[in-house]
């Protein structure tokens, strides 16, 4: 007799498909998103006392900027050069102010999605609450687009907002001036700035095949190990990088140095010893408290605080040989993933930030928008505002002289952990 066989049991037949009763679990789950990083590491811009806030991302006070086109930010440069020495006349040798200017954009922003009011298609989703937790999504996508639009700034100066419409021709994408390509030495490691995109995007594509040997494809030696960490530290040193107050490094201040996860595998590993960071590390668990709460913490390596962006950008490779072109990819709200980071030839990022690295002008905050249509069937929800997002940048009183000191946009491999 054969297993599971039954002897004199009666087996009523099968309802059909038509008249089985099919549950569901009414309880409505959303899948879970990358965290982004960047919203606890704001601080404010205040226009009166025109101090940059301690913070890489500096929200400005709109004050009476709000009706602007656009504004100028106005920055003293300390007094330089030499002294009046012995019996000299000091007439004649006054030292006048010098500033640095930085412009700042705004543009319109909206998220919008529309529900039933009534009828059958409002009945058929009210059990699982459908449209509600739709409503409420809102706010989760204002938070990542923020967070799309400050690495959009960070690698290509402008956010997303301000390549559109009005502020598209004032706001045209250009790589950040500092560029730190791994695996070069200290002197050749930053590609020569162009104002010519085309340029400077060859120049940064020359550093990028020399670091790999004459190939795009990156070699373990540009990974984001401790040669090249040290590196980049120096890097910082020399471009002037505005520190920030840090609690735990040394002098209680630094950087904060953003990577993929890719890298923190490698930097977090402790058995991975080829060019580690060894007791030169220092872990998040030793690091204040404070500190340690701040969002992605690693640990600590000489004057950066290691954070962890699942969201960090790369730049992407187009075409198989000479003449390459470049372009940036992006997580999108969402899971929306351009970084096409499966390409053996894309390059992972790295930022280093300092005070004041990206600004944020906002002066029509987030609000609730409401269209009704056919007499209250469709209503349509949405979120607006008015913001510009972009990197720092300042210029002389001529808008020429570019000047950028409070970040770097640092390309690496990227790794293949195994």
Same mark, same amino acid.
């Given at each position: ?16 498909? #038509? ?27 205040? =226009? ?9 991302? &500096?929200?400005? @006070?709109?004050? /009476?900027?709000?009706?602007?086109? @656009?504004?100028?930010? =106005?920055? $003293? ?29 705004? #543009? ?13 298609? $409002? ?7 459908? +449209?509600? $937790? ?23 100066? +402008? ?9 598209? /021709? ?27 995109? /085309?340029?400077? =995007? ?12 004459? /190939? ?42 953003? &990577?993929?996860?890719?890298?923190? =595998?490698?930097?977090? @590993? ?10 030169? +590390? ?67 990022? +790295? ?62 491999? &990227?790794?293949?952990?195994?």
């Amino acid at each position: 007799m054969g297993a599971g066989t039954q002897i004199g049991v009666l087996a009523p037949t099968r309802l059909a498909a #038509n008249s089985r009763v099919h549950g569901y679990d009414k309880q409505l789950r959303s899948k879970a998103l990358l965290e982004d990083i960047y919203s606890k590491l704001s601080g404010q811009y205040n =226009t009166e006392k025109k101090t940059i806030p301690n913070a890489i991302y &500096m929200q400005i @006070d709109d004050g /009476a900027l709000s009706n602007s086109e @656009d504004a100028t930010i =106005t920055m $003293k440069l300390k007094l330089s050069g030499a002294a009046i020495y012995g019996n000299n006349f000091a007439i004649g040798a006054e030292e006048l102010p010098a500033t640095r200017a930085m412009t700042i954009y705004r #543009n319109n922003l909206r998220k919008v999605v529309a529900t039933p009011g009534y009828g059958k298609r $409002k009945l058929d989703q009210d059990a699982y609450g459908l +449209f509600d $937790k739709h409503i409420d999504d809102l706010a989760d996508f204002a938070k990542e687009h923020e967070g799309l639009e400050i690495r959009q700034a960070l690698v290509e100066r +402008f956010g997303e907002t301000l390549l559109h419409g009005d502020t598209q /021709a004032v706001c045209v994408p250009h790589w950040n001036r500092n560029i730190f390509v791994s695996g070069n030495p200290l002197r050749t490691c930053r590609p020569a700035f162009s104002t010519n995109l /085309a340029t400077y =995007t060859q120049n940064l594509v020359n550093a990028v095949l020399a670091a790999g040997g004459g /190939a795009i494809a990156p070699t373990v030696g540009q990974t984001l190990n401790q040669p090249n960490l040290s590196n980049a530290s120096n890097f910082a040193l020399q471009q002037r990088i505005a520190r920030l107050s840090i609690p735990g490094l040394p002098g209680g201040q630094g950087f904060i140095l953003t &990577m993929s996860e890719l890298q923190a =595998t490698y930097l977090g @590993d402790p058995a991975w010893s080829q060019r580690n960071l060894g007791s030169l +590390f220092i872990a998040r668990s030793s690091l204040p408290e404070k500190v340690q709460n701040w969002p992605g913490v690693l640990g600590a390596y000489k004057d950066f605080l290691l954070v962890v962006d699942p969201r960090q950008p790369t730049i992407t490779v187009g075409g198989s040989s000479a003449p390459y072109t470049l372009g940036a990819g992006y997580m999108w709200p969402g899971e929306v993933d351009q970084r096409n980071r499966s390409d053996a030839e894309t390059l992972d990022t +790295f930022f280093v930030l300092g005070k004041g690295a990206v600004w944020n002008w906002n002066p029509e905050k987030l609000h609730h928008i409401e269209q009704v249509d056919d007499y209250g069937a469709i209503v349509g929800h949405g979120t607006a505002l008015v913001r510009g997002v972009g990197e720092a940048i300042y210029t002389d009183e001529n808008g020429v002289n570019e000047e950028q000191f409070t970040s770097i946009l640092g390309i690496c491999r &990227m790794p293949d952990y195994v």
